[in-house]
């Protein structure tokens, strides 16, 4: 089982601050913002290149629990960032999708 189900399942722990039927949001173990938690799916797809017409839906939850957990950490006035990372190139580590929703300081652009 892959990490992330692992925290699903409450076999990892982790800081939840919001939880629905359909996906769970965390902080990041390893902030890289003063402010950087973590939207999952509560069901398992590898990354958003694996995602498929019928997941739809559920990715449209995943953003908008992605603004309400923003909204509820304070982010919302000044701003944060949203951030879908696939694949080697674009540094994925841990292959169970996750929206990063990263704040507290202005973001540079583009990223690195
Ligand atoms: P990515 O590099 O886009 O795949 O992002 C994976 C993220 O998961 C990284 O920012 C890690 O710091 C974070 N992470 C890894 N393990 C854990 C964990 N046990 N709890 C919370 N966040 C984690």
């Known amino acids: ?6 925290i699903v399942n409450r076999e990892i722990k982790a ?6 039927e359909h996906a769970l949001a965390f902080r990041d173990i390893h902030p890289a913002a003063p402010t950087h938690l973590l939207v999952i799916p509560k069901r398992h797809i590898a990354a958003i290149h694996d995602a498929t017409a019928e997941d739809a839906a559920l990715l449209g939850q995943l953003m908008l629990l ?9 982010l919302a006035e000044n701003g944060y960032r949203l951030v879908v ?3 080697r ?4 580590s841990v292959f169970h999708i996750h ?7 202005a973001l540079a652009w583009p990223p690195g």
């Open 99 to 105: 929206v990063h929703v990263l704040g507290g300081r």
């Open 89 to 92: 190139d674009a540094g994925q």
């Open 85 to 87: 990372n696939n694949g």
């Open 1 to 6: 089982m892959c990490l992330f189900c692992k």
């Open 15 to 20: 800081d939840v601050v919001r939880e629905n």
């Open 66 to 74: 992605a603004r309400d957990v923003a909204e509820e950490v304070g």
